[in-house]
């Protein structure tokens, strides 16, 4: 079970601000107790704030927020995001629309699981610890591990590793950088057409034209595609509880090897069906508004699979998906990752700032999620410089360093209008606590796990002395870390 560092004191001499403790616990990727982050429950949030600290390194996880500490975690989690304007579908995505059209034209579709389970199925023993709410590491997010194997000849070089003492074969002529083995390997050149060959070249389809393609409306079985508002919750949502939480618990208990208790109703709620993101439908936004939404994919009215995504002022965030593992062939994580990358990219028609789709965090040393670099273009955020860089200038420093400094200048990112997230930190904390109009405001939901009596205590309190009647604040600011990299004592303090 992962290990917490709250009570940690900073050193003598080391300026702190308000940005939330450091600590430790069990990591999805690796399975070590060692994932090392800054975490925090938040109340509310606009879609606007989450925009910026996504792009600061911030992940959401329910209502639970946290950016890991790069240089010394286990895993480093690098946020990843795809250029929708300029996406490339591979030859395996292909084949899963084609795959999805065989389905529905069929006229016995009724899936029917008899094989025996993927030899890949290790990927999925992955274990959550028990009984912390640091298992809100889910990982991979989106369910798309099982589908790795089909798609392997495209990943040809991103996982090999030179054996120390062991020389290449001698070969004729320059050899290729591993970041062009990479990405040719993902994306490979097209076969010249023969020298005699009189046909005009066939128009590039659109993505959404090959979806189109793949749903026809006069097939023998029908998918339909719905997206529900998570907060507040849509009143179809509601009504279509029970049939989500099931296939939720049986993709949790299948696949991720989950007990009942890890996939209790209750986890589901608060991984699932929480959000601290508050939604908006501005003139000037997307048709489908701002905030978490939940999307249904329905075979014949039947659901099937639930993808979680937040759409953000820049695009769409991806979080998790799951689905009924009867259905595991149709390759549904990439099936839903297109349509929400076409959705980017219509949306982008109307508010051309959203233009990226962002795959969740990217850990180089992890095989379970090696499918996102089949996803181009790509690029990575440098969490030394927050710069963006393209995966393919990425690939060779991951190669040899799992922390790296992937932007080559020195110059840091401009800043955006979050001017610090020790700030927000503060101001979220305060207004989680203040008196409200609205009763909703649970011990939950605040941004630290503290008594009922603390809140009634602070709602009856002037704004002024409100921090006097709430001891364990005083705690929680001595506690805090001043950033992510304290050097060696947080290193030290980490591992204790």
Request: with cysteine.
């Amino acid at each position: 079970m992962g290990t917490s560092s709250t009570g940690l004191n900073p050193p003598a001499g080391l300026a702190t601000d308000l940005s939330p403790p450091l600590e430790a616990w069990s990591c999805g990727y690796c399975g070590k107790d060692s994932f090392c982050a800054q975490g925090l429950m938040a109340h509310k949030l606009s879609v606007h704030d989450y925009q910026l600290l996504l792009n600061k390194g911030w992940v959401r996880s329910g209502k639970y927020l946290y950016k890991a500490a790069m240089p010394i975690t286990c895993c480093p989690t690098y946020t990843m995001r795809c250029h929708v304007l300029d996406f490339r579908i591979s030859r395996s995505q292909r084949r899963v629309l084609k795959k999805m059209r065989k389905h529905l034209t069929r006229v016995d579709a009724i899936m029917k699981e008899t094989a025996v389970e993927d030899t890949t199925s290790h990927i999925h023993t992955c274990r959550k610890t028990k009984e912390s709410r640091r298992e809100l590491l889910k990982s991979p997010e989106r369910g798309q591990q099982a589908e790795l194997e089909p798609a392997e000849s495209e990943l040809v070089g991103l996982t090999e590793h030179k054996v120390p003492g062991q020389e290449p074969a001698p070969s004729q002529g320059p050899q290729p950088s591993l970041s062009q083995i990479s990405m040719s390997a993902v994306h490979p050149s097209p076969i010249s057409h023969p020298l005699h060959s009189t046909s005009a070249p066939s128009r590039t389809r659109s993505l959404e034209e090959l979806l189109e393609e793949s749903t026809p409306a006069t097939a023998q079985h029908q998918l339909e595609v719905k997206l529900l508002r998570l907060s507040p919750p849509s009143p179809e949502l509601q009504a279509t509880f029970g049939e989500s939480y099931k296939v939720y618990k049986r993709y949790q208990m299948h696949v991720h090897k989950d007990t009942e208790l890890m996939a209790s109703e209750a986890e589901y709620r608060r991984f699932f069906c929480s959000t601290p993101l508050l939604g908006e439908d501005p003139a000037d936004g997307p048709d489908t508004g701002y905030g978490s939404f939940i999307e249904q994919f329905l075979l014949d009215g039947k659901i099937i699979a639930l993808g979680l995504l937040d759409i953000l002022p820049e695009g769409i965030n991806s979080q998790y998906l799951c689905y009924d593992p009867d259905y595991s062939s149709l390759s549904l994580g990439v099936y839903s990752a297109l349509r929400e990358i076409a959705l980017t990219q219509r949306l982008n028609e109307k508010v051309p700032r959203m233009k990226y789709y962002y795959l969740g965090p990217y850990v180089h040393s992890c095989v379970k999620v090696k499918y996102k670099l089949l996803y181009q273009p790509t690029e990575l955020l440098c969490p030394v410089t927050g710069h963006w860089v393209s995966v393919e200038q990425c690939l060779p420093k991951l190669e040899l360093n799992k922390f790296a400094k992937l932007y080559d200048g020195d110059e840091p990112a401009a800043d955006s209008s979050l001017s610090s997230e020790g700030l927000w930190f503060l101001r979220n904390f305060r207004e989680a606590l203040s008196p409200s109009s609205s009763a909703s405001v649970q011990t939950e939901e605040a941004m630290l796990v503290v008594s009922q009596e603390d809140l009634v205590s602070i709602r009856s309190s002037s704004l002024s002395s409100w921090w006097k009647h709430f001891p364990c604040l005083g705690r929680l600011l001595r506690c805090c870390c001043c950033c992510c990299c304290c050097g060696s004592w947080c290193r030290k303090e980490a591992e204790s």
